[in-house]
């Protein structure tokens, strides 16, 4: 299978060659069957795709990465072109990869993360916040536990 002409990352896929997907999958399922008792046929190919996707998308990001490590010594992204893809393709993400758009979302992204205040992991808590709370009564833990919030409905 090779890359779809035009197309530089996985949405673009989705959005200028559709029957790409379907072809793939059934490249995969020459190779791989499923149980019928456990997974339907709608539910194996959605299956099938959201691990091809992202599978292909991780590649795309592998080549990069290991383009980019050998432009450092020489070169340019056009001299590692990967096997499974055309060349024309691969100019063509090399010349979206070399635009300022893509050169901004990480910078973009930093940004963003940086402007958040309150991260979604804040840490284990300290050792002096956990004396001064002390060991949680039995009876508190029961009641959050197995009381409803709402005291309208029956539990």
Partial sequence: MFWPDGCVGVKDVDRKSPKFWDDYIDEFLNYYTWD??????DEARASILAVLRDRLRRA????????????????????????YMKPGVWSRIAEYWNSGGFKKKPAAGQKARKAIKLP??????????????????????YKDCHTLKNKDKLG
């Fill in 36 to 41: 019928l008792k456990y997974a339907t046929k």
């Fill in 60 to 83: 795309l990001a592998d080549d990069k990465k290991r383009a980019a490590k050998q432009i450092k010594a020489r070169g340019t992204y056009l001299q590692h072109m990967p096997l």
């Fill in 120 to 141: 979604h992991t804040s840490g284990a808590r300290s050792f002096d916040r956990r004396r001064r709370h002390g060991k949680p009564n039995t009876l508190v833990v």
